[in-house]
Structure formats: C-alpha cells, structure tokens
Nanobody, 117 residues
Framework: QVQLVESGGGLVQPGGSLRLSCAASGSIFGIGLMGWYRQAPGKQRELVATITRGVITNYANSVKGRFTISRANAKNTVYLQMNSLKPEDTAIYYC???????????WGQGTQVTVSS
C-alpha cells in the first residue's frame, strides 16, 4: 500500500503564497505520475497540476503562471508552490500518485487552502 501525506495548507490573504508538500511512503515502487487536484465548495474536483518522473509538467489554465509543481524523486515528494493566490483558489487540495506498473491510483487525505481578505 502507498500512503500520501500532505501538508502546507492554511489561510492566506489574496496575493499571498503557500507551499504544499506531499510525501509518498510504503510500497512506492512503480510510482510515476504525481499531481495535485482540488475541490472547491459546491464545485467538482478538478486537476491543478501534474508532473511525471521525468519532471514534465502540466497545469490547469486557471493556475498557469502562478503555481509551480516540482518533484524530489529521491524523497518521493511532490510540491506545489502557489503564488498570487486568489479567492477562487480556495479548495481542498488533494495529492495524487499513480503506479504505472499496477495502474493503481492513490490519494492523500486533502489539505484545506483558504484565500480570503
């Protein structure tokens, strides 16, 4: 089994910054794609950003230029640097990891990000 532990959420003012972390542990062999999703109140869960083991990145249009996903493969850790935060970024952010060998998908417990003036 794979466990994903998230941290870094909190309350910030518009224009502020947060850095989320997600550490994978357990049976981590075969983990390839990792990323972040979010779900705002009353909204559907959406993809925020993904990163491959070869550090190829992909971003939702709504966060391009503001968020940066990065990966420390040796530590099995993924980060999401969030700058210029907007109220519409308020959501629960979930870490995701995919095992390219078994096709299993794993999710973290979620961390709350609130952007409010």
């Amino acid at each position: 089994q794979v466990q994903l532990v998230e941290s870094g959420g909190g309350l910030v003012q518009p224009g502020g910054s947060l850095r989320l972390s997600c550490a994978a542990s357990g049976s981590i062999f075969g983990i390839g794609l990792m990323g972040w999703y979010r779900q705002a109140p009353g909204k559907q869960r959406e993809l925020v950003a993904t990163i491959t083991r070869g550090v190829i990145t992909n971003y939702a249009n709504s966060v391009k230029g503001r968020f940066t996903i990065s990966r420390a493969n040796a530590k099995n850790t993924v980060y999401l640097q969030m700058n210029s935060l907007k109220p519409e970024d308020t959501a629960i952010y979930y870490c995701n990891a995919q095992n390219t060998r078994s096709l299993s998908t794993y999710w973290g417990q979620g961390t709350q990000v609130t952007v409010s003036s």
